[in-house]
């Protein structure tokens, strides 16, 4: 697997799709979030098919809030998030960041295990979501 930077006009209806299938939402809203990050970087296999995306913002320019990830149905269980997880410390460190956060669903007890495994803590607690975050 690799990592790249999206290129809007070859990647977007790809990922535009897969978002929208795994959140559940419009295409047209997918879109605009993606098009409210500072960045989103593709999860990609060996012939440059994308498995998965990361959107992001800066916020307060030190700090690197995820505000999507996906992972193709197909591919989730093969540990693409685990293996990604050290590029992502590193894109964030070479940003300037100094954290790295985001919301989970409260009831999305997995993705939670999975990120408190990685060392990511609980921060706030919301009505249904919670804001995690690891100092890097």
């Not at 996906?70 to 954290?99: E, H, N």
Request: hydrophobic letters at 45%; glycine letters at 8%; a positive charge.
């Amino acid at each position: 697997m690799k990592v790249r930077t999206r290129i809007a006009e070859k990647d977007d209806s790809r990922i535009i799709a897969m978002g929208s299938d795994i959140f559940g939402v419009d295409a047209g809203l997918m879109e605009k979030r993606l098009n409210l990050a500072e960045e989103v970087l593709l999860v990609c296999d060996d012939q440059d098919k994308i498995v998965g995306f990361l959107s992001y913002r800066l916020k307060e320019k030190n700090e690197f809030f995820i505000d999507m990830v996906a992972i193709d149905p197909f591919y989730q269980g093969r540990g693409i998030a685990q293996s990604f997880l050290p590029t992502l410390l590193d894109y964030a460190k070479d940003k300037g960041a100094i954290s790295i956060g985001g919301m989970v669903y409260k009831k999305n007890e997995r993705v939670l295990k999975l990120f408190k495994y990685w060392g990511f803590r609980i921060k706030r607690y919301y009505v249904d979501t919670v804001y995690i975050e690891k100092v890097i």
